[in-house]
């Protein structure tokens, strides 16, 4: 299984991105994919979550109310993140689970690279 995490940039405050993560290797349609993040000198932070079908998201409290996950039938989960402020400035992975998947990183078996996310106050 392989994730790849694209759409990271330089944005400004209040700005807006999409973060694609396309995964290959096996369909997705059976696993929960997460997204995650990890700021210079911080832990790994849980994003948000969504379930096999698509019915369920779960985010974390820094970005809810901001930030959206979703899925499409092509083995692709996308990241909408609006409203970006500083403290938004991280890598972000994308993660697979294979059974329950949750707000820790443990419970993903398969990590994308990551891709940067830079925004400027």
């Known amino acids: 299984v392989q994730l790849q995490a694209s759409g990271g940039g330089l944005v400004q405050t209040g700005d807006y991105l999409r973060l694609s993560c396309a995964v290959s290797g096996r369909t997705i349609s059976n696993y929960a994919i997460g997204w995650f993040r990890q700021a210079p000198g911080k832990e790994r932070e849980f994003v948000a979550v969504?379930?096999?079908?698509?019915?369920?998201t779960y985010y974390g409290d820094a970005v809810k109310g901001r930030f959206t996950i979703s899925r499409d039938n092509e083995n692709m989960v996308y990241l909408q993140m609006n409203s970006l402020k500083p403290e938004d400035t991280a890598v972000y992975y994308c993660?697979?689970?294979?059974?329950?998947?949750?707000?820790?990183?443990?419970?993903?078996?398969?990590w994308g690279q990551g891709t940067q996310v830079t925004v400027s106050s």
């Open positions: 993660a697979l689970a294979l059974s329950r998947a949750g707000v820790t990183n443990f419970q993903y078996n398969y």
């Open positions: 969504i379930n096999w079908s698509g019915s369920m």
